[in-house]
């Protein structure tokens, strides 16, 4: 009855109601990480991940490898350090859930090269740079700085995965510059393929 002679205080318990999942959604931990991702998830410098958009399954292998040390770098080694379970899930789920931004900050002159060197890339990472799994991570539209660094960080070993081992094996840092700049600018946000 109070709903039809107060319609708007009704109308706003209402909206009340069926946000408040949506709204408590932002993970406690999110402040942490805001400072150098964002709260979207688009990295302040250009060596920070974008995550923005990126696959949750991936963010959460990430996040745990970065907490176990397995995965080596001394800032995120810190920052997820104190991260439960929990935490990992809910920020991999909220930073997958925003846009994708294509960060194009690669060397333009180098994507034609980087192009004739991803044939051996696209059978993992597409042709795209959408991965074929979900737990691999998209590469299209990624920050160049933060690509080229990752491929150095496997060759070096301060970051290890089996099938990427193999790949940076033979390549030079030349290569993996020009590699980088090639994928920043694929368009992430185009249909997968
Ligand atoms: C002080 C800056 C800083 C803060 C704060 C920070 N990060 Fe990072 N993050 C980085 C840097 C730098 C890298 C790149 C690491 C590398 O090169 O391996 C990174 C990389 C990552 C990656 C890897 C992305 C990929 O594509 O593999 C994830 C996931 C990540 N951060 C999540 C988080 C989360 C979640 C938080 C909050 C708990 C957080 N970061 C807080 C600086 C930061
Ligand atoms: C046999 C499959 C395979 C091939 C071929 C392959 N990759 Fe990967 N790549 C992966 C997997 C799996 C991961 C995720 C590894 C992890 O969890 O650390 C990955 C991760 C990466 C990352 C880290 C991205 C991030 O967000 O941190 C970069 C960069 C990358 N690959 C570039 C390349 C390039 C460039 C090539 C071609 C020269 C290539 N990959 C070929 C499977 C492959």
Request: net charge negative; proline share 5%.
């Amino acid at each position: 009855m109070k709903c039809l002679t107060r319609f708007a205080v009704c109308l706003a318990a209402l909206a009340a109601i069926m946000g408040a999942p949506l709204l408590s959604a932002e993970p406690k931990a999110l402040a942490i990480c805001m400072a150098c991702h964002g709260k979207e998830g688009v990295g302040i410098n250009a060596d920070y991940a974008n995550l923005g958009g990126q696959n949750a399954a991936y963010l959460v292998l990430q996040l745990q490898a970065f907490r176990s040390g397995e995965r080596k770098n001394v800032v995120m080694n810190g920052m997820a350090a104190g991260l439960t379970d929990a935490d990992i899930d809910e920020l991999a789920d909220w930073y997958a859930g925003q846009p994708w931004v294509i960060a194009d900050n690669g060397n333009p002159n180098l994507v034609e090269e980087g192009l004739n060197r991803a044939g051996y890339c696209h059978a993992c990472h597409g042709m795209k740079g959408y991965p074929v799994a979900k737990d691999w991570p998209i590469l299209a539209g990624q920050s160049a700085l933060y690509l080229d660094n990752q491929l150095q960080a496997y060759k070096s070993g301060t970051r290890y995965h089996p099938l990427m081992v193999n790949v940076v094996k033979d390549l030079e840092p030349s290569a993996m510059t020009a590699l980088a700049s090639y994928y920043t600018q694929l368009n992430g946000a185009a249909a997968p393929q």
